[in-house]
């Protein structure tokens, strides 16, 4: 079966320092890598998606992830945060090539900007 | 192109009634799935459905919990007898035939509370 694993459940960071937030995930075949970001009371927003190909995905608002195949590792980045980033992000996995289409998501982790 | 629609988007119930949530997919998606997030945790899907179809109710509750996604109109989601511990927010999503592992596009959510 698969799961994720987000390390930390909050993050405090300054307002324009970078941030990483960190996701492994455990299966024995293929998958889909996910990050979704959710504003307070809102739904979630797809922020990037790996499918196959290039390792380093790049996202909206100015997030980018790197897949590691060898540390099952999905981390997700940004160079310099604003105020605005503060909300929950969640990493997730599907199953590659799978009618099963069901989407497994971590617990999350907020992200909090300081000024 | 409307997005993913779900209503009420809030709805407070008390121990014992019934809830009934309702999804309206995107135009043009015949698949739609259930999540559920508890306070201060990851969605967990619950069902799978297309158009008069269950696929996959693996995350149902086998009790008082079903789902409906009829020839015409949105899918339901019931609650019989609504208790405290399920109190959460519900998510739904739609994808296109066959894409669903990594193309779902997800709705504002429905809010419940039971008192």
């Known amino acids: 079966a698969q799961s994720v694993t987000q390390l930390d459940s909050q993050v405090p960071v300054f307002e324009e320092a970078p941030v990483e937030l960190r996701c492994n995930y455990s299966?024995?075949?293929?998958?889909?890598l996910f990050w979704y970001v959710q504003y307070p009371n809102q739904g979630l927003q797809l922020l990037l998606k790996?499918?196959?190909?290039?390792?380093l995905v790049k996202g909206i608002n100015g997030f980018e992830a790197e897949f590691n195949k060898s540390q099952t590792s999905f981390h997700l980045r940004k160079p310099s945060v604003h105020i605005s980033d503060t909300a929950e992000y969640f990493c997730?996995?599907?199953?590659?090539?799978?009618?099963?289409?069901?989407?497994?998501f971590g617990s999350g982790t907020r992200l909090s900007i300081r000024p | 192109n409307a997005g993913v629609m779900q209503n009420p988007r809030h709805l407070v119930r008390r121990r014992g009634q019934e809830a009934r949530l309702r999804c309206s997919p995107m135009?043009?998606?015949?698949?739609v799935y259930w999540y559920r997030q508890l306070p201060e945790e990851g969605l967990k899907f619950m069902v799978y459905?297309?158009?008069?179809?269950?696929?996959?109710e693996s995350g149902m509750p086998k009790e008082r919990f079903s789902a409906e996604f009829p020839k015409e109109g949105p899918s339901i989601l019931r609650i019989q007898q609504v208790v405290r511990g399920d109190s959460a927010a519900y998510f739904c999503a739609s994808s296109p035939p066959d894409r669903g592992m990594y193309e779902q596009y997800f709705g504002p959510g429905t809010r419940l509370t039971v008192t």
């Open positions: 299966s024995s075949v293929s998958v889909y």
């Open positions: 459905l297309q158009k008069e179809n269950i696929i996959d």
């Open positions: 790996y499918l196959s190909g290039s390792t």
């Open positions: 135009k043009g998606h015949s698949h």
């Open positions: 997730a996995v599907s199953v590659a090539y799978s009618s099963a289409s069901k989407i497994i």
